[in-house]
Structure formats: structure tokens, C-alpha cells
């Protein structure tokens, strides 16, 4: 059984924090590329945040370079994304992505996972 589970969802305030998990079963996080994603109601999904390798280079969309952290834990097969100074703007479900190949494209770009495997997604809320 592979399988991603997102969870750390919620609703918080503006300005507020929350740290999102990715748990993969059955494959090695490790071996692969990771990607966060985020879709809101009537918009394409877009990508977040990634990173290509343990210890290696992270990307992040523009909106929200300085507030989000992607980060690795080879102990727990986990990836996060640690959320900080959140805004209305951030609410979406968000989704994480895992591909085995590894090339000079761009991984914050959906296209790049096409060969992946997705989760169900977590729901975040920002609003007071």
C-alpha cells in the first residue's frame, strides 16, 4: 500500500501559524522529490513549496517566500510545511506530492508530479 496522508489542518486566525505533515507508507520519502500544493474554491491548483532532495535546494512560490518552511524528517518518513504570518489569501486544501524522478524542471509547477503520488489533502481556513 503506498499512500501520502496530509494532516495539521484547521482554522486559524490572521497572522497565526499552523505546521502541516505529510506521511508517506510504503516508499521512502527520501528517494523522492516532495511537493506541496494548494487549491482554492473555483482556482487551479498551484504549487506551494518543494524540494528535491534531503538537504537540498527548496523553491517557494512567491506569495509566500519568507512565511513558509519545507522541511524533511527521515526518522518519521514525514515532510511539513511550517506556516507562519498567515493570511486569508493562504485558505485552500492542501496537498502533498511525491515523484521518484528527479530533473532540472520546475517542481512548484503541477506538471512536475504528473508521475506521482497525491494525497487526500488538509483543509486550512484563515479568517477571524
Known amino acids: 500500500q503506498l499512500q501520502l496522508v496530509e494532516s495539521g489542518g484547521g482554522l486559524v486566525q490572521p497572522g497565526g501559524s499552523l505546521r502541516l505533515s505529510c506521511a508517506a507508507s510504503?516508499?521512502?520519502?527520501?528517494?523522492?522529490?516532495i511537493g506541496w500544493f494548494r487549491q482554492a474554491p473555483g482556482k487551479e491548483r498551484e504549487g506551494v513549496s518543494c524540494?528535491?532532495?534531503?538537504?537540498?535546494?527548496?523553491d517557494y512560490a512567491d506569495s509566500v517566500k519568507g512565511r513558509f518552511t519545507i522541511s524533511r524528517d527521515n526518522t518519521k518518513n514525514t515532510v511539513y510545511l511550517e506556516m507562519n504570518s498567515l493570511i486569508p489569501e493562504d485558505t485552500a486544501d492542501y496537498y502533498c506530492?511525491?515523484?521518484?524522478?528527479?530533473?532540472?524542471?520546475?517542481?512548484?509547477?503541477?506538471?512536475?508530479?504528473?508521475?506521482?503520488?497525491w494525497g487526500q489533502g488538509t483543509q486550512v481556513t484563515v479568517s477571524s
Open positions: 506530492a511525491a515523484t521518484r524522478i528527479l530533473s532540472l524542471g520546475d517542481c512548484r509547477k503541477v506538471a512536475y508530479f504528473i508521475a506521482a503520488y
Open positions: 510504503g516508499f521512502t520519502l527520501g528517494n523522492y522529490v
Open positions: 524540494i528535491k532532495r534531503v538537504g537540498g535546494h527548496e
